[in-house]
């Protein structure tokens, strides 16, 4: 039994719409063994090295269905047992995960194994730690060779494990916050290994560490860090504090404590979380142990009055107090007959006990403090203490060190109340913890006394949300009032764009769109991040990674995404739903890889753009399988998208008052036409489009049509998008790689990245409407990681409307031959038709390029599908014709240093033929024009 592979999805998925991890598992010589046929001492050995699998409902769903499963009949197979395994072990971490799917893999003895996790290194390690807990309940003879290392003990791997979880998780502050944010809707983005949170997307963003905001001023928190200076303000504003002084040796602490008077407490200058504090001190040796103890965690040490009183911790957020705890260090109570070592046991026994931030209540250690505590009671672990004793096992009352805690908000004196809250603002906290000692909460500091012995910048909330005793509170919604006060936005608006074909494109365009609109988009493309049209990130930038980025960005107000395959299959979506998801097509491509070999399992990868949308689906109803996803959204509204102005299903959604966006034939041209709520909106013609070579580019006119349809779903005005659309070229600084256009040569070169047989259709169409008035030329490839097949319906896409083809592969030759893929597709065009003296195999795809361009003469068109984009960008502009000394100084060749558009730019008057519209076009659109 072994696992084959792993995938770790951090969002929406083929398998859930939250992170899922996904185990491909082998059981081997083990498909034979169901749990069944094990018997019960191996059933009964799983439940009892993890009795929480009893809770397991499993297909009964209900408790003890899982556990009846095994039992049942032949039983269930052990990739079945090892999804509740890995569940069950995070639970036992503190996290509540429940989902889980198994599912056999097709080849015998193979299983897809699904499981929820909350944190990835500890969903990783569950399951790691699942398949070895199986395999040491196997009898001998069915254990697989070196699947359990010799002395494996399973407490102890148990132990370790929920230790391990522990220091990955978010901690119970931060928790709580977070569980506040879900609850209101605002999203939220995890940082770092620890605590470091962004809460909102973009520039409505807030950040937090534990309860530490972003808000919060760096000098208050200084100021809390360092006692004797918050002593003293305190102390100013006539507030009750101890008698303090700052020490730094032993001699000056035995000083100090004379002074001031015994009993005193010894403390760390700049110390927290109760590190290193001791109290009740009543002797120079004491003193002297206690200044040890603190300068363990700081140069300098406080000696201070000691008070008497039960420990408080008043929490104050945004001024007011939300929250008072009465805290008890660390005890038990003896009952006469046993030991403090067996009453130790008794109280660990509680099941809100845990390890470190586990459970609501941490575990008690019988360590060297505690041993301390002991000594100075007179006692020992052996030591039976009477009934009603309680012996104490800590001097400070924190949680983490097993105190208690027992809430007091509802009975505190208005005195205690205006006190913290004073304490808290004199400090400067936007939240803060007041620890005050007072020996009646109920009664006012003014007549019993009591006082403040420190303030704290970071206070912990798991003592307020799950007390031992009384009310819980939730602290974190005042905190998340404060951050987001009601009606203030925390997310931006998201769109993803998936398909076949057009994504970049499309998303380029929306971006544009919105940026002309008075948006700040971030945008995600197979090229980069672009952040407000400025490219910050190069490469394939279209997977959750990418979308993290964009939407942890300051400075954006909306996301577009393209969403390819890849990561979607590999990690899933990067975000949990957005605003408005469209599917542009879904085309053969990629088949063959990660167990997608067929076009409905890809369309159901591509569903998932539209399934997560929660405004808009926004649906190509040109292409069925995309027109079946209007079944699987959720979403408010669904818009169809049609080049057919006669759609019989898109006419009876327009008249049923849903939106549409279709292409209508009208006196000068064609008409991109939207529908909404019975209205028809008239948006553009398509030849005043420049991406669309006056109409010509059928493709484009289709990705300005989703694009146009996103727009407008997401909210922006009818002439914005027309103002977006007019502006937006196909020139390489654009869109790179997606129908550029290079025309300073004596003939015109048309650039591409299409990869497929659906796009270089698309583009070999086009070229047959341009009007060219000498040869065609295509250089035409295809990825090596493609199906034969598709390698050959490549070819037959181009095959017939070109007067010479140059066969070529890619750099990358993914495992093929280095001529493999030229010679495949030259073998289809000549099984098309093509005579063998039009077809040339140049494998090197700069080598095929230049070949190409030295063919080329006056009026002819080359068509240039290329890989390498910026390096065969440069490659053809910089090429030098016939007869020409230098390459052409043109604009085209400044792409790569060349700036942003101009903003506000006037679109491009009108042009008569191509030539006059790529001029016209590199005219207005190039920044260079403005350094000139």
């Known amino acids: 039994m072994r696992i084959l592979d792993r995938s770790v999805y951090v969002g929406p998925s083929l398998y859930a719409r939250f992170p899922v991890i996904r185990l491909d598992l082998d059981l081997g010589a083990l498909e034979a063994w169901p749990t069944a046929r094990l018997g019960d001492t191996f059933i009964h050995s799983l439940a009892a090295a993890l009795p929480g699998l009893a809770e397991h409902g499993c297909s009964y769903r209900q408790p003890g269905g899982f556990l009846r499963r095994m039992r049942e009949g032949e039983g269930t197979w052990l990739g079945h047992v090892l999804e509740h395994v890995a569940i069950e072990l995070q639970n036992i971490a503190g996290e509540a995960v429940t989902f889980g799917k198994t599912r056999t893999a097709g080849a015998p003895g193979q299983y897809t194994v699904v499981y929820e996790y909350a944190q990835r290194d500890e969903g990783i390690a569950a399951g790691e730690l699942g398949l070895r807990l199986l395999c040491s309940l196997l009898p001998a003879a069915l254990r697989p060779p070196g699947a359990v290392p010799e002395g494996w003990d399973w407490p102890q791997a148990r132990d370790q494990f929920i230790k391990f979880a522990q220091r990955r998780a978010l901690g119970p502050s931060t928790a709580s916050l977070v569980r506040a944010a879900e609850q209101r809707g605002i999203p939220w983005l995890r940082l770092n290994d620890q605590s470091l949170v962004q809460l909102g997307h973009g520039k409505y963003q807030q950040r937090i560490q534990a309860t530490v905001t972003g808000r919060t001023p760096h000098i208050a928190v200084e ?19 101890p008698r303090q002084e700052l020490v730094q040796s032993e001699t000056q602490a035995l000083r100090a404590a004379a002074r001031l008077g015994f009993p005193v407490v010894t403390k760390p200058y700049n110390g927290n979380h109760g590190r290193g504090i001791s109290i009740r001190l009543t002797t120079e040796a004491e003193v002297a142990h206690g200044f040890a103890v603190a300068r363990e965690h700081s140069r300098s040490v406080i000696v201070e009055n000691f008070l008497e009183g039960d420990d408080h911790r008043l929490l104050v957020v945004n001024g007011e107090l939300v929250a008072a705890t009465r805290r008890t260090p660390g005890h038990v109570v003896g009952d006469g007959e046993h030991d403090v070592r067996a009453l130790i046991e008794r109280v660990n026994q509680d099941p809100r006990r845990g390890v470190g931030h586990e459970k609501v209540l941490t575990r008690l250690e019988l360590d060297a403090q505690a041993f301390k505590m002991l000594e100075r009671a007179g006692l020992t672990p052996e030591s039976v203490p009477g009934p009603g004793q309680v012996v104490y096992l800590r001097s400070t009352a924190n949680l983490s060190t097993g105190g208690t805690a027992t809430d007091v908000t509802d009975i505190i004196h208005p ?121 910050t990130v190069a490469g394939d930038m279209t997977g959750p990674v990418s979308a993290r980025m964009v939407l942890a960005d300051p400075q954006i107000d909306l996301a577009v995404l393209e969403t390819a395959r890849g990561g979607l299959i590999r990690a899933g979506m990067g975000v949990s739903e957005v605003n408005v998801g469209a599917v542009l097509n879904v085309q053969p491509d990629h088949l063959g890889l990660k167990g997608i070999d067929t076009l409905e399992q890809l369309a159901e990868v591509k569903r998932i753009v539209v399934e997560v949308a929660t405004d808009c689906a926004v649906l190509n109803a040109d292409d ?90 997401l909210g922006i005005k009818l002439d914005a998008i027309r103002q977006g659309l007019r502006t937006f070229d196909a020139t390489f600084f654009q869109a ?76 990358n030759l993914r495992e093929r031959a280095p001529d493999e893929v030229p010679r495949i597709q030259a073998a289809a065009l000549a099984a098309a038709g093509v005579p063998a003296a039009a077809i040339s195999v140049i494998p090197d795809e700069q080598e095929a390029i230049t070949a190409a361009l030295q063919m080329g003469q006056p009026g002819d068109l080359l068509l240039i599908f290329a890989d390498a984009l910026v390096r065969s960008w440069k490659q053809i502009t910089k090429f030098k014709p016939a007869g020409s000394d230098v390459a052409p100084a043109t604009r085209g060749a400044l792409l790569e240093s060349a700036p942003a558009p101009l903003a506000g730019a006037e679109p491009p008057p009108a042009a008569f033929s191509l030539e006059g519209l790529i001029r016209d076009e590199r005219g207005v659109r190039y920044a260079p024009d403005a350094e000139d």
């Open 736 to 811: 790179p790689g997606r129908m550029n256009i290079f025309s300073e040569h004596p003939f015109k070169v048309l650039f591409d990245y299409g990869h497929n047989a659906h796009a270089v259709a698309a583009l070999a169409d086009l070229a047959q409407r341009l009007d060219v008035s000498g040869r065609r030329i295509v250089v035409l490839a295809g990825p090596g990681d493609r199906r034969d097949e598709d390698l050959v319906a490549i070819a037959r896409a181009a095959a017939g409307r070109f007067d010479h083809y140059i066969c070529r592969r890619d750099d």
């Open 223 to 241: 100021l809390a860090s360092d006692k004797e200076e918050t002593n003293k303000i305190l102390a100013g504003l006539g507030l009750p504090v």
């Open 624 to 713: 069925p399988l995309v027109l079946r996803m209007s079944g699987y959204t959720e979403a408010k509204n669904l818009c169809y998208v049609t080049m057919n102005p006669q759609h019989q299903l898109v006419r009876e959604h327009v008249r049923a008052g849903g939106r549409a966006c279709a292409l209508e034939a009208g006196v000068n041209g064609q008409m991109i036409t939207l529908y909404d709520k019975s209205g028809h909106l008239p948006l553009l013609w398509t030849h005043l489009i420049p991406a669309t070579l006056e109409g010509r580019a059928t493709h484009n006119v289709q990705n300005a049509m989703f694009a146009a349809a996103m727009a407008f779903s």
């Open 415 to 535: 005195d205690n109340r205006e006190m913290a809250e004073r304490a808290v603002r004199a400090i400067g906290l936007d939240v803060g913890g007041v620890d005050f000692l007072s020996q009646n909460i109920a009664e006012s500091y003014r007549s019993i006394g009591g006082g403040i012995c420190e303030i704290n910048a970071a206070p912990g909330f798991r003592m307020h949300v799950a007390p031992s005793e009384g009310t819980a509170r939730d602290v974190a919604a005042p905190v998340l009032d404060m951050l987001f006060p009601p009606g203030t936005p925390a997310r931006v608006p998201i769109a993803a764009i998936t398909g076949t074909n057009g994504k970049t494109t499309t998303a380029r365009m929306l971006a544009h769109i919105t940026k002309m609109a008075g948006f700040t988009p971030g945008l995600t493309t197979t090229d980069g991040v672009y952040i407000d049209g400025q490219r």
